[in-house]
């Protein structure tokens, strides 16, 4: 009886030392099962089995460890809950497993690798990241963990969790809501980047994009200014052959905050507090109505501090003017001047704007404003262009080739978006660059000849003045010959002097031929 106890007492010491040390592994020889949990070095994070409200369901996911507030980034069976306590995390060569115990049919959840490992460790990190690797496997080689739950999120990003798509692996990461606070299956909400095109930022609901958040200007996305860089977090956006992603750091490290996709379709940034023991909301992005997807439809123009919200592009009239009149814009607007390629046209400047859909846009990262606007005005099909980058006085450009969706004004942060129109709706000083030039070559050649001639008769009625004074005071043909050639060297030498002034004139105009006979043909 005596040894039977010191057994228990020692059996059930042993189970509670291994719930309560802050063990970070999992290998194939010592998998955990409901009621026991994993915990990262630092004691930051916390994986387990756990349910949400009323709800029986049990799920497998984690949580933070060292706050009051039981909060759970991430999820692996949201899909397929188990309804009893039975559940048991496994790892092998091949993977990850969630099956019920001590049945052989029951696999709730499965996470695969794409190459066997010898001696596999299933590891929670302190920065949230659940990692398989290879027990042999140095720790800092991110790049080389077999599976990693930062690849696969729920509805939160963590600070150094990539968002986006591994170009050479396939990966995307992209985020789903869950159903209801309580309810952590998939909801209606995605977050997901686009990059058929410029990359854009979408948030669909089901398969409709519901609100577009638009392309990295380089500090944030266009259609959330809010989102920039403050005192607590920085942004990192990456964009090159190998990925396209982003991701955000704490500036300091002692700070707790998360982004968080609500089942509402909502995005909140949340820090925690940890004097009052509550996550307080730090910024938030709400679908408006002009963050609702096409809005105002093709050149459409939403401002929200605006009545009514929607107004055509300046050169655009709408579609069906008797649907704007019940504040239905959805059919967008059409050119009030079509426009004909090969005709005389040019660009309206919009300022303070997201810019448009970069669905199926055209894209260069190496070129300046100047030769966007070159390669737009001599392609018939492209619609607008635009710096892709704002950073350091903007570079980069993006060509649009179909109807510009989606538009919206700003009073601050927007980008400047340049839309092609006719000669017809631009104002005379933007109208034409070569009609400009013309015009500016026409008016300076005439005035440089008015005050060529002015000088001229000025001149030369000040040698005639000198010639009758001489006249006068001479007497003998041979002073009179004398004065003649004077006068007739100082004639020429004046038509050569004005001719050689309106040689300098010949750059503004082409009369300098007709100009230049009048004068070798003109008498004293």
């Not at 750091?249 to 089942?263: G, Q, Y």
């Not at 307080?280 to 439809?297: A, F, I, T």
Request: net charge neutral; glycine share 8%.
């Amino acid at each position: 009886m005596k040894l039977t106890s010191i057994i228990l007492f020692y059996s059930t010491l042993s189970y509670t030392l291994y719930n309560s040390l802050a063990v970070d592994t999992i290998t194939s020889n010592q998998p955990i099962k409901d009621g026991e949990t994993i915990i990262s070095a630092g004691g930051e994070f916390e994986l387990g089995f756990f349910s949400l409200g009323t709800s029986t369901n049990r799920y497998l996911g984690i949580w933070y460890k060292k706050i009051s507030e039981k909060t759970v980034v991430w999820v692996a069976n949201r899909e397929t809950p188990l309804n009893n306590t039975l559940g048991m995390v496994r790892v092998n060569g091949a993977g990850i497993t969630l099956q019920t115990a001590n049945t052989s049919d029951g696999l709730i959840w499965s996470a695969n690798t794409s190459r066997p490992i010898k001696n596999p460790c299933l590891q929670l990190l302190d920065t949230g990241n659940l990692v398989l690797r290879d027990e042999d496997q140095d720790i800092n080689d991110v790049e080389d963990f077999s599976w990693q739950s930062f690849d696969h999120p729920g509805d939160t990003q963590l600070p150094g969790m990539k968002f986006g798509i591994d170009l050479v692996t396939g990966i995307n990461r992209y985020y789903t809501s869950w159903k209801s606070a309580d309810d952590p299956s998939p909801g209606s909400f995605t977050y997901r980047l686009d990059y058929n095109g410029y990359p854009q930022l979408l948030l669909r609901k089901g398969s409709v994009i519901w609100s577009r958040i638009g392309p990295w200007t380089g500090y944030q996305y266009s259609g959330m200014p809010n989102f920039s860089e403050s005192e607590f977090y920085r942004y990192t956006f990456v964009f090159n052959d190998k990925e396209i992603s982003d991701k955000f750091d704490a500036v300091n490290k002692s700070t707790i905050l998360r982004a968080v996709l609500k089942p509402s379709g909502d995005t909140e940034l949340l820090v925690w507090n940890d004097p009052k023991q509550i996550w307080v909301l730090y910024l938030s992005q709400k679908v408006s109505d002009c963050d609702r997807y096409g809005m105002c439809g093709a050149y459409g123009l939403c401002n929200i501090h605006k009545t009514p919200r929607c107004q055509c592009l300046k050169g655009f009239v709408p579609k069906f003017p008797e649907k704007w009149s019940t504040v239905d814009w959805s059919d967008g607007c059409v050119r009030r001047t079509n426009l004909v390629c090969g005709t005389e046209e040019g660009f309206m400047k919009f300022s303070g704007v997201k810019l448009p859909d970069t669905h199926q846009t055209s894209y260069n990262m190496t070129i300046n404003l100047q030769e966007c606007e070159r390669l737009c005005l001599k392609n018939c099909s492209c619609t607008a262009y635009g710096n892709a980058d704002v950073r350091t006085g903007g570079h980069g450009c993006i060509l649009w080739f179909k109807d510009l969706m989606d538009i919206i004004e700003y009073t601050e942060y927007g980008q400047d978006l340049y839309v092609r129109m006719p000669a017809s709706e631009l104002v005379p000083s933007v109208k034409s660059r070569v009609t400009r030039k013309k015009a500016i070559i026409l008016v300076t050649g005439v005035l440089m000849l008015v005050l060529f001639g002015v000088i001229f008769l000025l001149v030369f009625k000040k040698i005639k003045r000198q010639r009758e004074e001489n006249l006068k005071l001479s007497s003998g043909s041979a002073a009179l010959n004398k004065i003649w050639s004077e006068n007739i060297r100082s004639c020429r030498y004046l038509i050569m002097k004005e001719f050689q002034m309106l040689q300098v004139a010949s750059v503004m105009t082409t009369n300098l031929d007709r100009v230049a006979m009048d004068l070798s043909t003109r008498e004293c």
